[in-house]
């Protein structure tokens, strides 16, 4: 009994995290199906949905792959992954203007 | 009652075989180098990398990543379910999952299929190289992604799963998922940033 409702308890944030990375993805393809980059904003919109996109990555680690309930070094080893390539495509969109 | 509002204590390890995290982050580390290598090589010639981009198919795009979140989610339900000793149910949402995977297959076959009619290589310039050498190794990962919800759902079937022992498929799960991860920064990244 106790198992059930803990799981239950547990699917409900799961249902929600699923819902808002299918929100951010259609909003990410919307971006780009209406060609909104383009001009001044491009690089704005381009970081912004490369945002999205490490915000869904670090919901898939904390919730799917089951790292929130983790404490020490592996509660991180998600957020850490995504803030490498994050930076780093950052700083070259930036530089490429 | 209250007990079971407790949220549970956090533990020192994450979720299945700690052998399989190394796996992944030998993995997660392989498409870091991919991305940056990309994004680097972009800053050469960004017009082409543009113009290229173009030719994508941001409308499959958006249905795999769909699919793998889909996909994702059902795997999250599966191991719910044997958490509840339903081995059944836990049965039916990992084909589900199954499903999603095999979907992502079918539509990013298609896109290959039409990119190799219209005659485009890995010589074709250093988009497509960036393109299809990117997405093909993901499309690898997703292949042997399938292969392990597969067996996993038959040991499922043959009752190796319960509430108390299910190691092996958050093992399976977490794979999956790293699938899934690398994608939602692929999809961005290659077809909607510029």
């Given at each position: 009994m106790n198992t059930i409702m803990k799981t239950q308890i547990a699917i409900r944030p799961c249902t929600r995290i699923y819902l808002l990375l299918v929100v951010l993805t259609v909003v990410t393809f919307a971006v780009g199906y209406f060609e909104l980059l383009s001009g001044n904003r491009a690089l704005f919109l381009s970081l912004l949905v490369l945002g999205f996109a490490l915000i869904k990555g670090q919901l898939i680690g904390d919730f799917f792959m089951g790292l929130?309930?983790?404490?020490?070094?592996?509660?991180?080893?998600?957020?850490?992954?995504?803030?490498?390539?994050?930076?780093?495509?950052?700083?070259?969109?930036?530089?490429?203007? | 009652m209250s007990a079971t509002l407790t949220a549970a204590p956090p533990v020192r390890y994450p979720p299945g075989d700690l052998a399989i995290w190394i796996f992944i982050l030998a993995e997660l580390a392989v498409f870091a180098i991919f991305f940056a290598s990309y994004a680097f090589a972009r800053m050469g010639d960004v017009a082409m990398f543009n113009e290229y981009q173009a030719t994508l198919d941001k409308g499959a795009a958006l249905i795999n990543t769909l699919a793998l979140i889909t996909s994702s989610y059902f795997v999250v339900r599966a191991i719910a379910a044997i958490r509840e000793d339903q081995p059944?149910?836990?049965?039916?949402?990992?084909?589900?999952?199954?499903?999603?995977?095999?979907?992502?297959?079918?539509v990013k076959?298609?896109?290959?299929?039409?990119?190799?009619g219209e005659g485009v290589r890995l010589s074709s310039n250093t988009f497509y190289m960036f393109y299809l050498s990117l997405t093909f190794f993901h499309f690898l990962h997703v292949v042997l992604g399938m292969v392990i919800p597969a067996a996993v759902a038959l040991k499922?079937?043959?009752?190796?799963?319960?509430?108390?022992?299910?190691?092996?498929?958050?093992?399976g799960g977490v794979y999956w998922h790293m699938v899934d991860l690398v994608w939602l920064i692929l999809f961005p990244l290659v077809y909607v940033m510029r």
């Open positions: 929130k309930g983790v404490r020490g070094p592996w509660r991180f080893v998600i957020l850490l992954w995504l803030l490498i390539p994050g930076t780093l495509i950052t700083i070259a969109f930036t530089l490429a203007g | 059944k149910t836990s049965v039916r949402w990992l084909l589900a999952a199954l499903a999603m995977g095999a979907l992502f297959l079918v076959s298609a896109e290959y299929a039409h990119h190799f499922t079937h043959q009752g190796a799963y319960s509430a108390s022992e299910h190691t092996g498929m958050e093992t």
